[in-house]
């Protein structure tokens, strides 16, 4: 069984460096992968409101029988919920449906700049921090100019900013911006949401180099660019290889084409104008 490496986030917590993402899986087949995971060495999960499958992760959490504090868990705070009193609601009912009593991190699922409430959602989310019912906080989906924002206005700086990012949408230059605000960043849809980036030829060159296959080189691009990276697999097979990826290394002429390859942009929307739900 695999554990995987820890990263300490700009308030002291850690948070294992690769989790289960259950986007688009039902309650059911959450549950499922999240008792896969689980059982494969999985210490991390990441779900949201919008998933519609907070209950299917915590029922298996609670059945792992697993310490409470050797699990990380994840949810986001839905665009509807934004808001200093909404966000405050939404978590509790968040936490109810995970079945616990505190949350290891709950993030602002996307900014949505034209209702502009992002600010009160924030100061909401440091209120819960500070009574303690929920361990680290962050955003979702910023841009430079809202993370600029919260910080400006609030003086705390989000833990982590989750991102689309994967080999053909790198986003350098907001990686760089939030490394140099001590603000981790974790990638979203990592594999490209297993589409075409799975047959790119200089990955397949790598993968058969090394005897590995595609999605590890690319989970280890992540994990050596620093990024928490979060796949998702209905498939138990699938997500054991996910975390099987810590008997190798990239070298920096990999990284480097990696890197490189041809930038193919978003497969989700601009930050800037998805307000889906508001
Ligand atoms: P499946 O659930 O059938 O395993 P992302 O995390 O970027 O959103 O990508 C998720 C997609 O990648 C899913 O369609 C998933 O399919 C696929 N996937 C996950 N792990 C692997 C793997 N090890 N090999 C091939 N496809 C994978």
Request: glycine residues 8%; charged residues 20%.
């Amino acid at each position: 069984m695999t554990h995987t490496p820890l990263i300490t986030l700009n308030d002291g917590i850690q948070i294992p460096q690769i989790g289960l993402g259950v986007w688009q899986l039902d309650d059911k087949q959450a549950y499922a992968s999240s008792k896969a995971a689980l059982l494969a060495g999985y210490r991390h999960i990441d779900t949201a409101v919008i998933y519609g499958n907070e209950t299917g992760v915590g029922r298996a959490v609670a059945e792992s029988e697993l310490p409470r504090d050797e699990i990380f868990i994840t949810t986001k705070l839905w665009n509807a919920d934004h808001g200093f009193d909404q966000t405050l609601r939404a978590f509790d009912e968040s936490l109810k449906r995970l079945g616990l009593q505190t949350l290891d991190l709950f993030l602002i699922h996307w900014p949505l700049p034209k209702k502009d409430a992002y600010l009160d959602s924030w100061k909401a989310m440091v209120r819960l921090r500070n009574e303690g019912r929920v361990r680290s906080i962050g955003v979702s989906n910023f841009h430079q100019q809202h993370l600029q924002r919260v910080i400006g206005e609030t003086g705390v700086t989000p833990s982590v900013n989750q991102i689309e990012i994967h080999p053909d949408f790198v986003q350098s230059p907001l990686v760089e911006f939030s490394r140099q605000l001590g603000i981790a960043t974790e990638s979203w849809s990592p594999l490209g949401q297993g589409g075409e980036l799975l047959h790119e030829p200089t990955l397949a060159r790598i993968a058969a180099r090394l005897g590995k296959s595609v999605v590890q080189v690319i989970l280890r691009w992540h994990l050596q660019n620093g990024h928490i990276v979060i796949p998702r697999s209905t498939n138990a097979e699938r997500i054991a290889q996910n975390i099987d990826v810590f008997d190798f290394v990239l070298d920096a002429e990999d990284l480097k084409q990696i890197t490189h390859i041809a930038q193919t942009g978003r497969l989700g929307p601009d930050p800037d104008t998805f307000d889906l739900g508001a």
